[in-house]
């Protein structure tokens, strides 16, 4: 300023701090934009993670008689079988893990089975649950197979992909779930609300709100929110992928 003529490269102070103010004003606006827009593509990622699983599985079955994946046993005397909990975000020991679901779908997933001790299979996991936990994801699932699924031919629950401990299965688990179902078994499915395979999930996200998980030794590790704020993404028995919310959502 000279002659009292503010210069016409200057700013005043009340010039710099309206600017500013300005600025957090339309940042404020846009982070709820830019939120929307990220929980949008980690839902669409995680979707796609699902569909790319169900189409693994499908692909398994077609080339092994129509079983879905997991170790046959002609009896309990032999060890392993069946699958444990569902699907994690990595192989470990060497690839020698015959109780997860990826180590029996890698090859159709383009995911090497054998070469990866915690390094993170990005199809194998939902993007929230990878951020919220980090680069050590230890040895739980980021996506779980449902432990008690409804059969229209009786009143038991049961698991498709078999069961591979007989001391871990429970005494209300039906003997001929052993072994992995045939993907035909599938129509069985179905509960006495008329829900069936298009209504009954098969694999979900993973958290610790929802209670199928509060008595399970990895329930501690699991994120304390859910990652689509209002919903799980689900696989189903149809091999659609969807949506379960939080009421029905352990249901």
Request: with cysteine; aromatic share 10%.
């Amino acid at each position: 300023m000279r002659g009292g003529r503010i210069s016409a490269f200057g700013f005043t102070l009340i010039e710099l701090l309206t600017v500013v103010a300005i600025i957090a004003i339309i940042a404020a606006m846009m982070m709820p934009v830019l939120s929307r827009a990220r929980a949008t593509a980690d839902d669409t990622k995680c979707a796609s993670n699902l569909r790319q699983i169900g189409m693994g599985i499908l692909s398994y079955a077609r080339d092994h008689d129509g079983s879905l994946p997991g170790r046959t046993s002609p009896d309990w005397t032999s060890q392993p079988h069946g699958i444990l909990l569902g699907v994690y975000a990595y192989s470990w020991a060497g690839g020698n893990d015959p109780f997860g679901l990826q180590w029996w779908i890698a090859s159709y997933l383009d995911v090497d089975k054998k070469n990866q001790w915690k390094t993170t299979q990005d199809v194998l996991m939902c993007p929230v649950y990878t951020r919220l936990i980090g680069p050590d994801l230890s040895k739980y699932p980021g996506y779980v197979l449902n432990p008690q699924v409804p059969s229209r031919n009786d009143t038991l629950m049961h698991q498709p992909f078999g069961y591979p401990d007989k001391l871990l299965r429970g005494s209300n688990l039906p003997m001929h779930d052993i072994n992995p179902w045939k993907v035909t078994q599938l129509a069985d499915i179905g509960d006495a609300n008329g829900n069936g395979p298009s209504r009954i999930w098969m694999m979900k996200d993973a958290d610790a709100l929802d209670p199928l998980f509060k008595s399970t030794a990895y329930y501690g590790t699991l994120p304390k929110q859910m990652f689509h704020i209002d919903h799980r993404n689900a696989l189903f028995f149809d091999f659609h992928v969807g949506k379960v919310d939080a009421q029905n959502a352990a249901e």
